[in-house]
Every structure is written in C-alpha cells, then in structure tokens.
C-alpha cells in the first residue's frame, strides 16, 4: 500500500535560519510528488513537484526539494525562513498505477521565531 | 482568475442530520476530488469524478457518503445520518486535464463540519 511519512509533526526554527522538511514514502511504482502549504483556513497551495528529470526541483517562495530515489525521500528546503512561512506542510504523492488520488502525509507545522 | 469554490465554508449539523457540501471547480477542469481532513491529519481521498463521471469512489467510508456531478461541473457531497466521526474539514480539487497522476490539483478553501 501506498504511504507518506513526515516524521516531524512540529519544528520551529528563527527567522533567516534554513530550512528542511523531511518526506519518506513508500510506494510500488514510479511515484509524482507534491509539497503542499496549508495556511490556517486555507486551502492547500502547491509549493513544487516533481515528475521526471532533474531530481532537483524549485518552487515558489523559495522553496526546492531534492527526490532521492534511492532513499525514498523528497525533503523540503528553505535556505532563509521567513515569518509568513509559518503554516503547515504537506508531502504528497502519486502514481499512474494508482489512478488519480494522491496519498498524502500528516503534516508538519512550521513555527518561526524571531 | 477564479480558484475553486466551496460552500457552505462552515457546517454544525447535529448527529443525525443529513448536509450537503457543494464544490464549484474551476472553469473548464473536467477532473474533480473530494478529499477529507481529520483534525491533525493529512487528507485523505474520498472520491473522483472525470466530467459528470464517477470514476473512483473507493475512498468513500460508508454508503452514508454520496458524491454527484450531474453536469460535468459543480459537484455536492452528500452526508446522510451524520456520526460524530463524520466531523472534518472536507476539501474539493480540480485538475484541468483527464489527469494522470502528475497533473496539479488545485485545492479549494474546504468545508468544516462538525458533528455534535
């Protein structure tokens, strides 16, 4: 079965300091991955993803994400963090071979202090 | 432009009761999903629709649920008898293309319903 790990639910970190914001997944095919923001009473706002090719992606607000294959990982990374960042983050991922859902992960909820 | 749409943005509905949730995608997409949210938890797929069509319903917990799209565009979930564990945030997705599993999602603000 398909499925998503983010092993931190809750991280908090300065601001200006970096980032990292870890995904394991483990999945029986070639897998699609997404990173996802979810402000409070806010839908859910697609940072990157990755389909093919460069195994390093970049996104909006300065975000990038590295997939590993080798490591079924896809973390998150932010070299310089700033307040408006603090939210919520979510890993997801799909496949082909699973039709159209994609499988997400339970979240981590990034505090920032200045 | 439009994102996607959904109403009501908040539900109290007392054990029992029947609701509606109604989702309005985006122009044009012909995919549609419905996903819940549990407090504290990722979502979870509950449903899919191409165009007016049904084509996965295996995430849908109970036959409580029903999920419809008669024209190709807007789309009701329906809750009948409502449980306390029906409470969630209940988000829609829209995608423009007959999607494989790499076409973006684009997600609506949901609907919290709480069950009491």
């Known amino acids: 079965a398909q499925s998503v790990t983010q092993p931190d639910i809750h991280i908090t970190v300065s601001e200006g300091a970096s980032l990292e914001l870890r995904c394991n997944y483990s999945y029986g095919a070639t897998p699609y991955l997404f990173w996802y923001v979810q402000s409070p009473g806010q839908g859910l706002q697609l940072l990157l993803k990755y389909f093919s090719g460069d195994t390093l992606v970049q996104g909006i607000k300065g975000f990038e994400a590295e997939f590993k294959r080798s490591q079924s990982s896809f973390n998150l990374r932010k070299p310089s963090v700033h307040w408006s960042d603090a939210a919520e983050y979510f890993c997801a991922v799909g496949a082909e071979e699973y039709g159209n859902k994609l499988v997400f992960g339970a979240g981590t909820i990034l505090r920032v202090k200045s | 432009g439009a994102g996607v749409s959904q109403s009501p943005r908040y539900k109290v509905a007392k054990r029992g009761q029947d609701v509606a949730l109604r989702c309005d995608p985006i122009s044009g997409h012909v995919s549609l999903f419905w996903y819940q949210q549990a407090l504290g938890q990722g979502p979870e797929f509950l449903t899919y629709?191409?165009?007016?069509?049904?084509?996965?319903k295996s995430g849908l917990p109970s036959d409580r649920f029903f999920a419809e799209r008669p024209e190709g565009s807007v789309s009701t979930l329906k809750i009948q008898r409502t449980q306390q564990e029906d409470s969630a945030v209940y988000l829609c997705?829209?995608?423009?293309?007959?999607?494989?599993?790499?076409?973006?999602?684009?997600f609506g603000p949901g609907t919290r319903l709480t069950v009491t």
């Open positions: 629709f191409q165009n007016e069509a049904q084509l996965d």
């Open positions: 997705a829209s995608s423009l293309e007959v999607p494989r599993a790499g076409h973006e999602q684009y």
